[in-house]
């Protein structure tokens, strides 16, 4: 018989990393960690996971999301449980951009919870999968890291820093055989997008969404953006002249 894979989800109660779970318990049998900050969220997830593939475990855990300590103590002991073959780190937050402007408080909250709080559970995972030599950690920046945008910079810098950190990453593990992964998702509809949604905003399904970030780990994809198409809209973006730039409302 052979072993299941041990899959690590960080923020599994996101929407996007619900349906990935969904998709890999569909596939084959699994062994899912689903970590969150909230239990009884966490566990909706798992029975709803248990529900769709009974030969597949689900354990929740919480942490906290900020402390580096507790981190890292948190995925050393899941790496001395068992071998991670998959690690996802999805966890964010779309906060206000004006609100973040204007309270240094929010704009502190929303770079810790997009940018340096995804950036240390990715170094914990880097450190136990360079131990193993082995494992796939894949991280859920965003499109809004490509080019900062007045909409929302403070998020966009965030998930900018995610980015340059995995490539870092990527060029740290290049010759072994730890692959490391980053999602730029375009505009998904899920609860983090509702109000834009209610504003008659076009979003991907999170079906589809999903679908692209299963996979790209599969495949070990240095990145990946979901739908495919924003690889070109955001290529375009990154490389307009800042003359034209600035004239955009965007
Ligand atoms: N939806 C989009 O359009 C879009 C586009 C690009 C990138 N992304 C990225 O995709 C990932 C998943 O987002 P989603 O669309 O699935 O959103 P979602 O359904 O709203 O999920 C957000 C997740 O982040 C967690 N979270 C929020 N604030 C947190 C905090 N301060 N500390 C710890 N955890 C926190 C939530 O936990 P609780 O359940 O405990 O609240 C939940 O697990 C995020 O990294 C997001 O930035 C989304």
Redesign the pocket.
Known sequence: MTQKKRIVII???????THCARLWVQTAAVDLVLV???LP?LERVAQDLKARSADSTVQTLTSS??DARAIQVLVTELAAQQVIDVALI?????GDQTESQNDLQRCQ?ELE??GV??VLFAEAFAQVMAEADYGTLAV?????GDRGRKSNYV?GAA?GLVARYVQGLQHRFADTNVKVVLI??????????AALTANGAK?AS?QEVAQGIVAAIEKGAPVAYVPGKWWLIMMVIRHLPIFIFNKLNI
Do not use: C, W
């Open positions: 923020g599994a109660t996101s929407a996007i990393a969150g900050r909230d969220r999301f900020t999805a966890h964010g937050s779309l909250q919870t997009n709080s995804p859920i920046g965003s499109v809004a998020y998930k730029k998702p375009g505009p998904t509809e899920t609860p983090m997008t979003m999170v």
